[in-house]
């Protein structure tokens, strides 16, 4: 049977794509014998985990649930997890129809969607232990991928014919600790995926892998979209794209073998900050890059609060992107131009509602913002080469689904 590998680079632009090809030489051969849409639509908000749950559902954020990176329970903002995840996922779909699904290091997805399963080496960021007095509940949807054994043996076998055996804890240094282990964890994951999917150490190859890359999106988000260690996040995620190929290549799976490339969201410049807690003393707010979301007390607070934000050049949005439920007590606003919502520092910016941002890159921005679009790349037996130049959120999961054979019943289209 022939196989899928669906592979998310995090936070790689339409526009990096378009200005840097040279930079990305095996997405470029992917795109010349496949499919290539050159701007895939952004999820609103255009942040981490509303794009990865919607890359794998094919449903928007009102649907699916996660409507940023951070959501509102009722009484607090907190990071959103794999439990609130909505709908079934791909893995989910693919394993229900009995197929042997590999999920390796990628977010929102539940362990036991998964033959195999690696929890995302990034998963601990997501706990809010050092920012409460306790746990809170929803924590242990992170802690539970990150606790998971895979039962499979594959991750084991792995490891005897020499590959790493896991990833490094990310979150016991320095944030030079922090960024090895991230290089780090993101090679193993695709190490990981191109020895499974060309056969060679464990078995047969799964029918479908879901993995990503993180560095890109870290890098810029420091260095900023143009700066050199930036081209070098993105060449390096390409690189590992370029891994797999080549296994699939010696293996003598390249033909039996189909890929899928896409992000989750685009990047760019960070002009400006607004300051939440000083644009909202005492309100409850949450930061999702230039979108702002405050829980309010019913409409009369909302429009008050709007009131007060459009002062600040700020607008509201029509909130059709939150699910119902959510749309009486959480407010949405977004800020206009390359500017996004930030915490205060304690220094010099006491008091002030706007300064410098904290990140060189970001993303996130007013809902059609060129710089959030990203890209999409599918190419393996019977994906024609064609290039489109615009392609739906939806779409991706649609295609991945018809790639398998499975049948699919959501809003988008297979672009295959």
């Known amino acids: 049977m022939d196989s899928l590998i669906v592979i998310m680079l995090d936070g790689i632009a339409a526009d990096h794509l378009a200005r840097h090809g040279a930079r990305t030489p095996h997405l470029h051969a992917l795109a010349e014998r496949g499919l290539r849409v050159d701007r895939l639509a952004a999820d609103v908000p255009a942040t981490s985990l509303p794009g990865r749950t919607s890359i794998l559902t094919g ?21 959103a997890n794999p439990d609130d995840v909505r709908v079934p996922t791909l893995p989910a779909h693919a394993l229900a129809a009995g197929l042997d699904v590999a999920v390796l290091g990628y977010g929102m997805v539940r362990p036991e969607d ?14 809010q232990r050092a920012r409460d007095a306790a746990p809170i509940p929803a924590d242990e949807g992170w802690l539970r991928t990150s606790r998971h054994v895979d039962g499979s043996g594959r991750i084991a076998a792995l490891a005897a014919a020499g590959l790493p055996d896991g990833v490094p804890d990310a979150y016991a240094g320095d944030r030079m600790h922090y960024l090895m282990s991230e290089v780090t964890g993101d090679q193993t994951m695709l190490q990981w995926s191109a020895a499974l999917a060309s056969g060679a150490l464990a078995g047969a190859p799964p029918d479908l892998i879901v993995t990503e890359v993180l560095t890109p999106d870290s890098l810029q988000h420091v260095a900023g979209f143009e700066h050199p ?13 370029g891994e797999v190929v080549r296994a699939l290549d010696r293996a003598g799976r390249l033909g039996r073998t189909s890929i899928v490339v896409t992000s989750d969201h685009g990047h760019g410049p960070v002009e400006r900050a607004l300051y939440a807690d000083a644009l909202l003393p005492g309100a409850t707010t949450s930061c999702e890059g230039g979108v702002l979301y405050v829980a309010v007390d019913g409409p009369t607070e909302a429009r008050r609060i709007e009131s007060h934000l459009a002062e600040h050049g700020v607008a509201r949005l029509p909130g059709d992107h939150l699910p119902p439920e959510r749309r009486h007590d959480v407010a949405a606003f977004v800020a206009g131009g390359a500017t996004a919502f930030e915490a205060s520092a304690p220094s010099e910016r006491a008091g002030a509602t706007e300064g410098p941002s904290r990140y060189a890159s970001g993303h996130g921005f007013a809902p059609g913002t060129p710089s959030d679009e990203r890209f999409l790349i599918a190419a393996g037996p019977g994906i024609a080469q064609r290039t489109l130049e615009r392609a739906a959120s939806a779409d991706v999961a649609a295609t991945a689904a018809a790639l398998l054979g499975l049948a699919w019943d959501g809003p988008g289209r297979s672009l295959t």
Do not use: C, K, P, Q
């Open 114 to 127: 998964a033959t195999t399963f690696h929890h995302a080496w990034w998963a601990n960021e997501m706990l």
């Open 229 to 241: 260690f930036a081209h070098w996040a993105v060449s390096y995620a390409d690189a590992l794209v």
């Open 59 to 79: 449903v928007s954020t009102d649907v699916h649930g996660i409507y940023g990176n951070v959501i509102w329970d009722g009484a607090r903002f907190r990071y």
